[in-house]
């Protein structure tokens, strides 16, 4: 793929999300613009834009604050107890460059309300093994991307409506999911 044919935001798991804090040693939050123009979120709190610079203009009506390693995980342990979705997001002059990650939900997050709103798919796709797969369908409610599905008393995936964010993995009980890389 080109890099003038990338979007804005791409979908990663929380452990590649953990890789691009690594080595950073200064953080910033604001609140989401999607959770402020909602006026909520059922799902989690609202801070959690995160930015790995001070400069940048975001998305909500507050200003950002620099917030400590020990918070940024908090925001990380937020996104996995709530089921957030980690959506880095590109630097707008070095597309190339990722200035920090948004962790959205199928509440109030525009990309999964707005059809129209592009994110590109993320680097991994799930892969179940359907030896250790039960069926029990607790993935399906978790996958904000319609990807897995009961089908009958069989799940179904389809592959091309997986952008590779690892939810299905803290869901599945049987620990059938994994990420492998996408082809």
């Given at each position: 793929?080109?890099?003038?044919?990338?979007?804005?935001?791409?979908?990663?798991?929380?452990?590649?999300?953990?890789?691009?804090?690594?080595?950073?040693?200064?953080?910033?939050?604001?609140?989401?613009?999607?959770?402020?123009?909602?006026?909520?979120?059922?799902?989690?709190?609202?801070?959690?834009?995160l930015m790995f610079r001070g400069d940048i203009a975001g998305s909500g009506d507050t200003s950002t604050k620099e917030i400590s390693p020990a918070e940024v995980e908090d925001i990380f342990k937020e996104a996995e107890?709530?089921?957030?979705?980690?959506?880095?997001?590109?630097?707008?002059?070095?597309?190339?460059?990722?200035?920090?990650?948004?962790?959205?939900?199928?509440?109030?997050?525009?990309?999964?309300?707005?059809?129209?709103?592009?994110?590109?798919?993320?680097?991994?796709?799930?892969?179940?093994?359907?030896?250790?797969?039960?069926?029990?369908?607790?993935?399906?409610?978790?996958?904000?991307?319609?990807?897995?599905?009961?089908?009958?008393?069989?799940?179904?995936?389809?592959?091309?409506?997986?952008?590779?964010?690892?939810?299905?993995?803290?869901?599945?009980?049987?620990?059938?999911?994994?990420?492998?890389?996408?082809?």
């Amino acid at each position: 793929m080109d890099q003038k044919d990338l979007a804005f935001h791409y979908v990663c798991t929380r452990e590649q999300a953990r890789e691009l804090i690594n080595g950073r040693d200064r953080f910033w939050v604001m609140n989401c613009g999607c959770r402020e123009s909602r006026g909520q979120c059922s799902r989690s709190r609202i801070d959690v834009c995160l930015m790995f610079r001070g400069d940048i203009a975001g998305s909500g009506d507050t200003s950002t604050k620099e917030i400590s390693p020990a918070e940024v995980e908090d925001i990380f342990k937020e996104a996995e107890k709530k089921h957030l979705v980690t959506r880095p997001f590109r630097n707008e002059s070095h597309i190339a460059e990722t200035d920090g990650i948004c962790f959205c939900c199928d509440d109030c997050c525009g990309y999964f309300l707005d059809p129209s709103e592009i994110c590109d798919r993320g680097s991994l796709v799930e892969t179940t093994d359907s030896d250790k797969c039960t069926n029990c369908g607790t993935c399906v409610d978790i996958c904000y991307f319609g990807a897995r599905r009961l089908n009958g008393d069989q799940l179904a995936i389809d592959k091309d409506n997986c952008y590779g964010c690892g939810l299905c993995i803290d869901a599945c009980p049987e620990g059938s999911v994994e990420m492998t890389l996408r082809t």
